[in-house]
């Protein structure tokens, strides 16, 4: 516990923050509400600073994509509100698009965890792209409410919080916790609203 409270007190400001806005957002993307979107570009642009800073520069690029996808969601949420009166409609990825992402996933996690691992600094550098890939193909997913989105961002979240676990670092742990119970609440409800409109 003493080592956790420690670890609590040195988290920076900007953690925090971006802790926060990425907790906030993920909740608010579950109930559909677009300001999800401005909150997600925050936290992101605050861990490309973060990661930057902490000479992590694969997570950092992960989270300049990462700004820019939250961009194409907050654009193409606003446009369906404007079109259906602010209901947008939450669907099932077709099986040309899951055909995409497990090529994308496969071919992804094999292609970046070969440069990982050509650093000869990240440890588990398959395990990392997998999480990497299975991270941008749900924030795709999220950006055009297909619903498969929560079940890839449990999946990279249990990497996350493997490594986290690892390392003992407990703040992160927590965070990610929380991110797995968010996103099996948002696969919950919006299995629930699909069969509602079904």
């Known amino acids: 516990m003493g080592h956790l409270l420690t670890q609590l007190s040195a988290i920076s400001p900007i953690d925090w923050f971006a802790m926060i806005t990425g907790m906030v957002g993920v909740y608010l993307s579950i109930k559909e509400r677009i300001l999800a979107w401005p909150l997600f570009i925050l936290c992101y642009a605050a861990y490309v600073y973060i990661s930057f800073r902490g000479n992590y520069y694969a997570f950092g690029s ?81 950006s055009r409410k297909y619903i498969e989105n929560w079940i890839f961002w449990i999946l990279a979240d249990i990497v996350y919080l493997s490594f986290f676990f690892n390392d003992r670092i407990w703040p992160s742990v927590i965070l990610f916790i929380v991110f797995i119970f968010l996103a099996v609440k948002g696969w919950i409800e919006w299995k629930t609203i699909i069969k509602k409109t079904a």
């Open 62 to 142: 992960m989270n300049v994509i990462f700004v820019f996808v939250a961009a194409y969601g907050w654009f193409g949420w606003s446009k369906s509100s404007k079109k259906s009166g602010g209901e947008i409609r939450i669907s099932h990825l077709a099986p040309a698009h899951r055909w995409f992402v497990a090529a994308f996933i496969c071919v992804g996690t094999l292609g970046l965890g070969c440069l990982l691992e050509s650093t000869g600094e990240a440890r588990l550098p398959y395990c990392d792209a997998f999480a990497t890939t299975c991270s941008l193909s749900a924030q795709w997913m999220l």
